[in-house]
Antibody, heavy 122, light 110 residues
Framework: QITLKESGPTLVKPTQTLTLTCTFSGFSLSTSGVAVAWIRQPPGKALEWLALIYWDDDKRYSPALKSRLTITKDTSKDQVVLTMTNMDPMDTGTYYC??????????????WGQGTLVSVSS | QSVLTQPPSVSAAPGQKVTISCSGSSSNIGNNYVSWYQQLPGTAPKLLIYDNNKRPSGIPDRFSGSKSGTSAALGITGLQTGDEADYYCGTWDNSLTAVVFGGGTKLTVL
């Protein structure tokens, strides 16, 4: 059974850097084809993809947020970390990590973590 | 403004069928697989369909996916009140080199 869980601060101040950790079990990020994504959702709004890291350490970022994002993995700890710099109130929302299986298309995710709500306010 | 276009809302009566559309372009839906997610109120998204029309284990066959050209659709038959949720389509965009999602469709079962 694959599970993922997000952790990190619930409140950050504008201009600060957000660091979120996704701790997973049931799969290895060393397995060829596997990837982990970060996806966020502002309150009452749609899903927005942020970043993707592959088993071979290849990385992809949202073009709109690329300059502010860094995604890394620690295979020994079964964790993926996302950092987002220069946080703004518009970044308030629920942040999810999700597993991308090794088979099938490039962009499908199953399962997702429960999400963590991050508020940006002074 | 989302790269993929979905209707903001759809509605139908219990027991009926509904179709949710997802429109894109040749850089995304036209040349990549589409996935669909169900998000019940207050919960994380759940995969319903991957690779255009495949259902993960545990997803009932009331849910189906299809794709034609640069558009995709999610069909739900035998509607139940428990199907009331937001539904999202997603795919890869070759031009953006990015995952893209639709704006979401709110399903109301009247």
């Amino acid at each position: 059974q694959i599970t993922l869980k997000e952790s990190g601060p619930t409140l950050v101040k504008p201009t600060q850097t957000l660091t979120l950790t996704c701790t997973f079990s049931g799969f290895s990020l060393s397995t060829s084809g596997v990837a982990v994504a970060w996806i966020r959702q502002p309150p009452g709004k749609a899903l927005e993809w942020l970043a993707l890291i592959y088993w071979d350490d290849d990385k992809r970022y949202s073009p709109a947020l690329k300059s502010r994002l860094t995604i890394t993995k620690d295979t020994s700890k079964d964790q993926v970390v996302l950092t987002m710099t220069n946080m703004d109130p518009m970044d308030t929302g629920t942040y999810y990590c999700a597993h991308r299986p090794y088979y099938g298309g490039k962009a499908w995710f199953d399962p997702w973590g429960q999400g963590t709500l991050v508020s940006v306010s002074s | 403004q989302s790269v993929l276009t979905q209707p903001p809302s759809v509605s139908a009566a219990p027991g009926q069928k509904v179709t949710i559309s997802c429109s894109g372009s040749s850089s995304n839906i036209g040349n990549n697989y589409v996935s669909w997610y169900q998000q019940l109120p207050g919960t994380a998204p759940k995969l319903l369909i991957y690779d255009n029309n495949k259902r993960p284990s545990g997803i009932p066959d009331r849910f189906s996916g299809s794709k034609s050209g640069t558009s995709a659709a999610l069909g739900i038959t035998g509607l139940q009140t428990g199907d009331e949720a937001d539904y999202y389509c997603g795919t890869w965009d070759n031009s953006l080199t990015a995952v893209v999602f639709g704006g979401g469709t709110k399903l109301t079962v009247l």
